[in-house]
T-cell receptor, first 113, second 112 residues
Framework: GAVVSQHPSRVICKSGTSVKIECRSL??????MFWYRQFPKQSLMLMAT?????????EQGVEKDKFLINHASLTLSTLTVTSAHPEDSSFYICSALSGYEQYFGPGTRLTVT | RKEVEQDPGPFNVPEGATVAFNCTYSNSASQSFFWYRQDCRKEPKLLMS???SGNEDGRFTAQLNRASQYISLLIRDSKLSDSATYLC?????????????FGTGTRLKVLA
């Protein structure tokens, strides 16, 4: 149980375009999901907390207009990176909360050229 | 002081050895504690949850010391496949919800 999927697993896009990443809890419902990014050899950095039916809570320094989060159902949260730039290239990972435990999706590797 | 601190390592141990990692936390209101393992370029996977004094699962034992505010992870009979980064995660109530704080991880290398 507690499986989280993420799509796409890998994406390459041109600078200035937008990319949408989906995070789904496959066998449980998740009121709360988290979005992280991770640079090589660095620790996970929490970007925002996504709550079903309400606005996401962003961490300090994360631009909410650039990283749009929508949590429209109990099994799906999406992160849209708008007007992507090369510095947005990173590993984006979502997690879904089941009870007190976080279960992570396999991550999306974004490369902006 | 960081909210969650871990020794980054690496810990290089021979196969079959017993190795222990510590993780200290600063918020005395912390309620739940977790150990995750993360392989290179992969997502973290939940290894163990600790809600009371400790937890054991096969070769892995986690212990919680609330008085000294640390949790430990003990790995017995290390396997090559145990090589990974081990993340300590702590949660505590904040603003009507729970906040999760990740340690920076401890790298383990098990050598043949």
């Amino acid at each position: 149980g507690a499986v989280v999927s993420q799509h796409p697993s890998r994406v390459i896009c041109k600078s200035g375009t937008s990319v949408k990443i989906e995070c789904r809890s496959l066998d449980f419902q998740a009121t709360t999901m988290f979005w992280y990014r991770q640079f090589p050899k660095q620790s996970l950095m929490l970007m925002a907390t996504s709550n079903e039916g309400s606005k996401a809570t962003y961490e300090q320094g994360v631009e909410k207009d650039k990283f749009l989060i929508n949590h429209a159902s109990l099994t799906l949260s999406t992160l849209t990176v708008t007007s992507a730039h090369p510095e947005d290239s990173s590993f984006y990972i979502c997690s879904a909360l089941s009870g007190y435990e976080q279960y992570f999706g396999p991550g999306t590797r974004l490369t902006v050229t | 002081r960081k909210e969650v601190e871990q020794d980054p390592g690496p810990f290089n141990v021979p196969e079959g050895a017993t190795v222990a990692f510590n993780c200290t936390y600063s918020n005395s209101a912390s309620q739940s504690f977790f150990w995750y393992r993360q392989d290179c370029r992969k997502e973290p996977k939940l290894l163990m949850s600790v809600y009371s004094s400790g937890n054991e699962d096969g070769r892995f034992t986690a212990q919680l010391n609330r008085a000294s505010q640390y949790i430990s992870l003990l790995i017995r009979d290390s396997k090559l496949s145990d090589s990974a980064t081990y993340l300590c995660v702590v949660n505590f109530p904040a603003s009507g919800t729970y906040k999760y704080i990740f340690g920076t991880g401890t790298r383990l290398k098990v050598l043949a």
